[in-house]
C-alpha cells in the first residue's frame, strides 16, 4: 500500500549555497579540511520531485577507446533545456512507464555577449554574477589567444580555478562550472597587453551563462523543474517522513556508511540537469542511470562533483567538491537502466574510494541505506542505523522494473536527483541495487544482474 509523502525540514541540504565565502578544499585524506561556501534559507521544506527516463538505446566502447584516465578536455556544449511543463506530485501506479527525457532540471541558460582583451584598454577581467545561484558555468564562443595567453575561470576568492589555454579563433567550448553565485573570468597574457591588443581579431567571448537554481526555485515548484514527459512517468518518493540525514551525521554514529558516501558523485549534465553516480570497483568506472545519459558525447558534457557534502551534522558549511569530467560510456543498457563510464583526470577522485556490486541475490527484509544527491542538495543518506534502518529495507527481492524480477523494491527516501544512486546493504556494505524507480515502493536494479553483464568490463 502506498504510503503518505511526507515534507520535513532540512538544514544543510535545504539550503543555498552562496558564491562569496571560500577556503581550501577539503583533504579528505587526515578527514580534515575547511569548508566553502556557505548554505542559506534555513527552513525551507524538501518535498518529492519527479524523474523519468529515456527510450532503450545500447552502447558499446567506441573501436580503440581507453578508459584509463584520459586526459580531461574542455569540450562540448550544452543543448538548451526543453521548456518545463506542469506535472502532478501525486504518485502513480507502479506499473507506469518511465518517461522520455528525464533528469531533473537545477539550473538555467542565459544568454550573455562579453568580449575580453580585443581592443587597447578594453577589460582583462569579467564577472558573471547572479545572487544565491549554486554555481556558475561560462560558454566560450571564441578563444583567440597568443601563444602562452590562457585563461582563468575562478570564484573571487581563488580558492576553486579552472585554466583554459590558447586555442583557434573558434570555439565552442564549457568551462568547469564554479562552485557559488559568482565567476571570474580572467585573461593571462604571455606576451604583455601591449602585442596582444595590437592584434584587433585576438580575443575571448563568451556567449552563454548556465546558472545553478537557487533552493528556493527548486522547492517553489520543483515539478516545473524536470524536464517534460512523453509518456506516463514514475516518481521519487519520499515514504511517509524522511529519515534521510546528511552524510556528516553518520561520521561518528556509522563511520562505514560515511565512508562508503565518499564514493558517490553529483553529476551536473549538459550545464543544467542532475543525477547521481557513483565509482564501482577500483578502476576508473562510474554507475548511474541509463535515463541520465547514453553516450560519450553526453559524458563530455558531464560534470562529476566528489566530495560534495556538509561539512558538520546540521551545518551550513560545505566542502569544495572535487569536480572531473565524464569520458567514455563503456556500456549501456534501457532494460537494466544502467550506463558504466568512465571520467578524466581519475588520479584527482580515487582517494574517495569505490564500492562493490554484490553477486548475492537480496533478501526480503535485508536493511538497507542510500547515499544519494537528492533535488542536487549535499550528499545525504536514507536508512539510519540507529533506527535499525527504519523503512529502509528490501520489500521485494524479484520487484518488476523494466522487465519481470528486474528489480528490488524498498521504501528508503529519495527525491529527484537520487536517479543512479547506489543502495547497498547494512549487512556486506556491497550495493544491492541501483536506485532508478520511485512510487513507494520505490526500486533499483538488482546488482547481481548487472554484476553478471559487467563483469569484464570491471
Known amino acids: 500500500m502506498r504510503r503518505k509523502t511526507g515534507i520535513v525540514l532540512g538544514v544543510c541540504a535545504a539550503l543555498v549555497l552562496a558564491g562569496s565565502s571560500g577556503a581550501a578544499a577539503l583533504n579528505y585524506a587526515s578527514g580534515d579540511g575547511k569548508p566553502v561556501g556557505t548554505w542559506q534559507e534555513p527552513d525551507i521544506s524538501r518535498k518529492p520531485v519527479a524523474a523519468v527516463a529515456k527510450a532503450p538505446e545500447v552502447v558499446s566502447p567506441a573501436p580503440g577507446a581507453k578508459a584509463s584516465d584520459p586526459p580531461v578536455k574542455e569540450t562540448g556544449k550544452v543543448s538548451a533545456p526543453v521548456a518545463a511543463s506542469s506535472r502532478t506530485t501525486e504518485a502513480l501506479p507502479e506499473s507506469a512507464t518511465v518517461a522520455d527525457g528525464g533528469r531533473q532540471r537545477v539550473g538555467e541558460l542565459l544568454h550573455v555577449d562579453k568580449l575580453l582583451g580585443n581592443l587597447a584598454g578594453g577589460p582583462e577581467t569579467e564577472s558573471f554574477t547572479y545572487p ?16 602562452g595567453d590562457y585563461v582563468t575561470v575562478s570564484n573571487p576568492s581563488k580558492t576553486e580555478s579552472y585554466r583554459y589555454d590558447s586555442t583557434s579563433a573558434t570555439a565552442d567550448k564549457w568551462a568547469m562550472s564554479v562552485t557559488g553565485d559568482s565567476a ?25 551563462v548556465a546558472k545553478g537554481f537557487t533552493r528556493q526555485q527548486l522547492q517553489a515548484e520543483p515539478e516545473d523543474q524536470m524536464l517534460p514527459p512523453t509518456r506516463t512517468g514514475k516518481e521519487e518518493s519520499v515514504c511517509g517522513t524522511d529519515t534521510s540525514k546528511d552524510a556528516a551525521c553518520y561520521k561518528s554514529s556509522d563511520p562505514v556508511a560515511y565512508t562508503k558516501s565518499k564514493a558517490i558523485a553529483r553529476l551536473l549534465i549538459n550545464g543544467t540537469e542532475l543525477c547521481t553516480g557513483w565509482r564501482v570497483g577500483p578502476k576508473n568506472r562510474m554507475l548511474t542511470n541509463n535515463h541520465c545519459f547514453t553516450t560519450s558525447a553526453e559524458a563530455y558534457d558531464t560534470e562529476v562533483w566528489f566530495n560534495y557534502q556538509c561539512a558538520t551534522c546540521g551545518g551550513y558549511d560545505v566542502f569544495q567538491p572535487t569536480k572531473v569530467w565524464g569520458s567514455q560510456v563503456l556500456s549501456t543498457d534501457h532494460t537494466y537502466d544502467y550506463t558504466l563510464f568512465s571520467v578524466g583526470n581519475f588520479a584527482t577522485i580515487q582517494k574517495f574510494g569505490y564500492l562493490a556490486l554484490d553477486t548475492a541475490r537480496p533478501a526480503k527484509g535485508q536493511e538497507l541505506y542510500v547515499p544519494q544527491h537528492p533535488a542536487g542538495e549535499p550528499t545525504r543518506i536514507a536508512g539510519s542505523l540507529g533506527e535499525k534502518a527504519g523503512n529502509c529495507s528490501v520489500i521485494d527481492p524479484n520487484y518488476t522494473g523494466y522487465t519481470a524480477g528486474s528489480d528490488v523494491s524498498y521504501l528508503c527516501d529519495t527525491e529527484g536527483g537520487s536517479s543512479g544512486s547506489p543502495v547497498i546493504s547494512r549487512k556486506t556494505n556491497k550495493v544491492v541495487a541501483l536506485h532508478h524507480f520511485g512510487g513507494c515502493p520505490n526500486s533499483g536494479v538488482r546488482a547481481d544482474l548487472l554484476a553478471a553483464k559487467l563483469a569484464k568490463l570491471l
Open 184 to 208: 571570474v573570468l580572467e585573461m593571462h597574457r604571455a606576451a604583455g597587453n601591449v602585442v596582444s591588443n595590437v592584434l584587433g581579431n585576438l580575443g575571448v567571448g563568451v556567449d552563454q
Open 132 to 147: 544565491g545561484a549554486s554555481y556558475v558555468k561560462l560558454h566560450f564562443d571564441r578563444m583567440a589567444m597568443l601563444p
